[in-house]
């Protein structure tokens, strides 16, 4: 069980560190980041942004979460809920909070991701390792 809640606590980190990243570039305004000033200043800009930073964080969690996971969990199920379902997540609060706008056929493609990955996470089995 306790591999099932660091899948769930991977993908959890994983889309709250896509969308710090997506707050952290919004930080940079209409000019965004500029590699033209050279690469150095794109990474000072980069590590000023505490935002960016803790997404990066996020993503290291989500690593460590997602190997430990692994470690038990078949790749053929873990992937598809990692996926799918920071997937879901992600549009959800983009379309709530980032006020992008999700057509009905979108929102049917949503449902159809979310019922893909409860087919193969319902027989997620955590197997035995010698």
Known sequence: MRYVIALAAALLLNAMANLMMKFGVRRFGQTGLDPQEGY?????EVLRNWVLLGGLLLFAGNVVLYT???HRI????AYP???GGGFAIIAVVAWKILDEHLSPGQWVGV???????YLIAREMI?????
Not at 74 to 77: H, L, Q, V
């Open 126 to 130: 955590v197997t035995q390792v010698p």
């Open 81 to 83: 809920v990692m996926v």
């Open 111 to 117: 449902g159809l991701v979310l019922a893909g990955v």
């Open 74 to 77: 078949k790749i053929s199920a």
């Open 40 to 44: 150095m200043s794109l990474v000072s």
């Open 68 to 70: 430990y996971a692994l």
